[in-house]
């Protein structure tokens, strides 16, 4: 059984980083793909950035590219993102995904487990 956990969320203020992370504690295989989201009230959750099994491939929202990093250890079962120079308006809840399907996935529908998520607020 999968059961994510984020942590790593926090107030912090523009201009800093975070760096949040994913446990994966019941993962039994590291052959799936696994995205950040991000949802604020009253919107839809919208992807932040994706990556392959393997780590070797990755996608980001256009808007983040720059700014937030995703990497993932398969040998600690670890999805992290590393968010620079944050904005007020990257304030949301963050949660991190994983897809049954080995490669890149965008949709929220293509995601099989979610974790509980972590709340990101940053101030001007």
């Known amino acids: 059984q999968v059961q994510l956990v984020e942590s790593g969320g926090g107030l912090v203020q523009a201009g800093d980083f975070l760096r949040l992370s994913c446990v994966d504690s019941g993962r039994r295989s590291h052959s799936d793909g696994m995205g950040w989201f991000r949802q604020t009230p009253g919107k839809a959750r919208d992807i932040v950035s994706a990556?392959?099994?393997?780590?070797?491939?990755?996608y980001y929202a256009d808007s983040l590219k720059d700014r937030f990093t995703i990497s993932r250890d398969n040998a600690k079962n670890t999805l992290y993102l590393q968010m620079d120079n944050l904005k007020p308006e990257d304030t949301a809840v963050y949660y991190c995904?994983?897809?049954?399907?080995?490669?890149?996935?965008?949709?929220?529908?293509?995601?099989?487990?979610w974790g509980q998520g972590t709340q990101v607020t940053v101030s001007s």
């Open positions: 995904a994983a897809s049954r399907a080995s490669d890149l996935r965008y949709a929220v529908s293509a995601y099989d487990f």
């Open positions: 990556i392959n099994w393997s780590g070797g491939r990755t």
